[in-house]
């Protein structure tokens, strides 16, 4: 199928709408209800079009990376606070200051599967996705744009205004109103997921997608968890399997990892991954 927009057989969307600056100025003409839908700005952010703004939102990032050859991914969830050892000044507290070590791990991490994915596939697999932010994700990006390689951010417009990082891919520089499609996009080509400390927003999704995985509504994918100290200490992982509330084979669907090199190691011998559970165990 010849897809040049020059063999089509109907008009093309943007030609009409540099048509309708031509016609008469009348009061007809001028009424909002005369604008061409899909030029209505107005219209589209109706209450009403809330399912459309949705759809919209789920198809403009799954378009732009297929056209920029993102086969599969890498997920880095962390910290937005997490500074690189660099910026920590006086006023930093000690504990923040120790956390910083994970900004460079997650920086050394996201480069060496940058190289590996240049080498392996020209980029085109296991391509670094974050949330776009700082912290964390900034080194996530970071890292890709050490290796010479691209690497994608998933934004989402908050009250505080968070800023893309300077290291994301612009071609793969996303923006998101909806936290629910945003989701879907760090999930929908995830080929492993590396999670560091974090807050509430690491919490949940380490949360959300450890239930995929252990509902069996997502392949199972290496699940890496950086910082045995921190996790061990913030979620007692053992106590949920011990009163029940998990399986002890659920404590087998994440690895708790220290450095890059083990993330690494990790990934290349998980067992199971790309098959999904049949069953919950326990139920």
């Not at 209505?40 to 939102?57: A, G, H, K, M």
């Amino acid at each position: 199928m010849n897809d040049d927009p020059r063999n089509r057989s109907f008009r093309d969307a943007q030609e009409d709408i540099r048509s309708t600056s031509g016609v008469p100025d009348t009061e007809q003409t001028r009424s909002p209800v005369y604008r061409l839908a899909y030029d209505d700005l107005d219209f589209i952010l109706r209450d009403e079009l809330r399912p459309v703004r949705l759809q919209l939102e789920l198809l403009k990032p799954e378009i732009m990376m297929t056209e920029q050859g993102v086969d599969s991914t890498i997920v880095l969830f962390g910290g937005a606070r997490i500074k690189p050892p660099e910026q920590t000044t006086e006023a930093t507290t000690p504990a923040m200051a120790e956390m910083s070590r994970f900004y460079e791990e997650a920086r050394r991490f996201a480069r060496i599967m940058t190289e590996r994915s240049l080498a392996r596939s020209g980029g085109r697999e296991d391509i670094i996705v974050t949330g776009g932010g700082p912290g964390v994700m900034e080194a996530g990006n970071r890292g890709a744009a050490d290796a010479g390689g691209k690497s994608i951010g998933l934004n989402i417009v908050l009250p505080h205004e968070q800023a893309p990082n300077q290291y994301v891919t612009p071609e793969l520089c996303f923006n998101f109103h909806y936290f629910g499609v945003r989701k879907m996009h760090f999930l929908m080509r995830a080929r492993a997921i590396a999670i560091f400390p974090g807050g509430f927003g690491t919490m949940d999704e380490l949360f959300e997608a450890l239930t995929l995985i252990q509902t069996g509504r997502m392949r199972q994918v290496p699940f890496l968890l950086f910082g045995r100290d921190f996790w061990e200490r913030v979620i007692d992982f053992e106590a949920l399997a011990e009163v029940g509330t998990i399986s002890d084979d659920d404590l087998t669907l994440f690895r708790i990892v220290e450095t890059a090199e083990e993330a690494v190691t990790a990934i290349d011998t998980w067992d199971g991954a790309g098959t999904k559970r049949g069953v919950i165990p326990g139920r």
